[in-house]
């Protein structure tokens, strides 16, 4: 039997990582999904465009131009309304580095002390970039509505999500939901299931 086809998945996000790797393999089944330790390592770019597709597009082509293989990327993060969309493409590093999801948490908490609950209203939004060698390219984007809440809740997911309820599932942060059900509402799941028909046909 021939080898499987190869894509790599370019996330340095463990937790990200394992998300994409996990919707990819149901909907890619006969793909096999790398992650960035099973390549030789490179140079990753740093995410310096004001658009999380153009930070997509930026990691998927490094990977291809790296390792050669069909490279996907992620690029998302949380949009506050009260905080005029903050932190957006700024959300892994907002709270400055080390990268710190608690720190992270803290200064949303601290950013919305005054903001009433019915003014908390935000959305996570995800752009997924395939890129392949022969210098195809397909970007697709999703979204999760909600609203920040006042204490962190739950051990799941990662990021922001302890302080996040989401509109499709009210009264639980996407923390407290199983993965399965995170996948089935999340921004990363809705535009990783539109672009895995997309990368099946391309790798065809
Ligand atoms: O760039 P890579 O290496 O993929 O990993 P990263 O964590 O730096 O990823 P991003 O640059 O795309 O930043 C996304 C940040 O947005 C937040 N975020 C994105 N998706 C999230 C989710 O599903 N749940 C909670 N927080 C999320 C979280 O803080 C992430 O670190
Ligand atoms: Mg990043």
Redo the contacts with the bound molecule.
């Keep these: 039997m021939a080898d499987p086809v190869e894509i790599l998945v ?4 463990a937790k ?1 990582l394992e ?1 994409m790797q996990r919707i990819l393999r149901e909907h890619l089944v006969e793909i096999a999904v790398l992650g960035l330790d099973d390549v030789t390592p490179y140079d990753e770019p740093v ?1 310096d465009q004001p658009t999380f597709v153009g ?1 997509a597009l930026l ?1 998927a082509r490094a990977g291809v131009a790296a390792t050669g293989l069909p490279t996907l ?6 949009c506050v309304d009260a905080l005029n969309g903050m932190p957006g493409v700024l ?2 590093r907002w709270s400055g580095p080390p ?1 710190s ?1 608690h720190r ?1 948490n803290e200064l949303l908490l601290a950013q919305l002390a005054d903001v009433p609950d019915e003014r908390r209203t935000a959305y ?1 939004t ?1 752009a997924v970039a395939v890129v392949l060698p022969d210098g195809t390219e397909q970007v697709v984007e999703g979204r999760m509505d909600g609203r920040i809440i006042r204490e962190v809740r739950g051990a799941g ?5 302890v302080l ?1 309820e989401a509109d499709d599932a009210p009264g639980v942060t ?1 923390a407290e939901l199983t993965p399965a059900d995170k996948d089935a509402i ?3 799941g809705k535009a990783l299931r539109e672009i895995a028909p997309l990368v099946a046909d391309l790798l065809r």
Excluded: M, P, Q
């Design positions: 370019a996330s340095r996000n990200k998300e995410e930070n990691k990327a992620d690029d998302s993060g949380l959300s892994a990268k999801d992270n996570f995800c997911g990662f990021g922001y999500d996040f996407t999340s921004h990363r």
